[in-house]
């Protein structure tokens, strides 16, 4: 994987005046574009597209220290318009294209990135592959913002106007893995864009022949492959942490690689305040090429 990420920051640089085919890209190198989005996003820390734009706005400053009439600058760059250019050039060095072209600065430089594997995998991961049929998703369900790190407080939100007896009904619905109430996150933005939309669900879940009250949200899970993996500790430091040694430590280190589909996270036991639990983290997998 830290192959596949270096090739396509090269190929980036091939295609910083163009459309990079991604997806025609990553199937060149034997995985797919999801996978990339997401991978990229986790070990770089900001989205591949935001990579690209400021890879883009770095190089177009020494054309705007020339003589090149603005429009044709922008469309060098991929922008149809200047006015897109002006607002993607303010986005990324905080001043206007025409304040560089007067002063030549201040300016905010985006490096080529190169990705290095480094030896950190110290702690053991302690996971399971499972291969699930088809199964529904079945709770209540909000829109809310994606938050990488703490509490989100737009899920509290939710679970806190549930009754208490609302939980001990949804728990009683489980009849399938995972196991008891869950914590799901779909329909995320593959470049896991902090502050974008995804879809929340508080629910269990259940097989595709149970029948399911008319008042929950359904989410359909086809059937696949999952990497399952326990983590105990401080919630939800312990559990957010797992989540990002899975792209920096698991994913590169096995033959697999994620495929579209929700997250899950199984609450399988807890403190009484909740500071600590132990929980599973459910990633949709498949194998990569060549295993």
Known sequence: MIAILNRVVDLIEDHLTDDLDLADAARSLGTTEYHVRRMFSSLAGMPLSEYVRRRRMTVAVADLLGDDDLLDIAVRHGYGSTEAFNRAFQAVHGVSPATVRRDGGPLRTQPQLR????????????????????????????????????????????????????????????????????????????????????????????????SNPDDLDVIEVPAGMWAVFRIDGDYPSALQSAWAATASDWFPSNPWRLRPGPSIVAVLDRSPDFTTATCELWLPVERGAGA
Do not use: C, W
């Open 115 to 210: 990705f290095r594997l480094t030896v950190e995998g110290n702690t053991p991961m302690d996971t399971r592959i499972t291969d699930r049929p088809a199964f529904r998703l079945v709770g209540h369900a909000a829109r809310v913002p994606l938050i990488h790190e703490g509490v989100n407080p737009h899920i509290q939100a939710l679970i806190a106007s549930l009754a208490p007896d609302e939980h001990a009904r949804l728990k009683a619905l489980s009849d399938t893995e995972p196991a008891g109430l869950l914590q799901v996150s779909a329909d995320v933005d593959p470049d896991y864009t902090e502050g974008t939309e995804l879809t929340y669900l508080h629910g269990v879940a259940r097989t595709l022949d149970a």
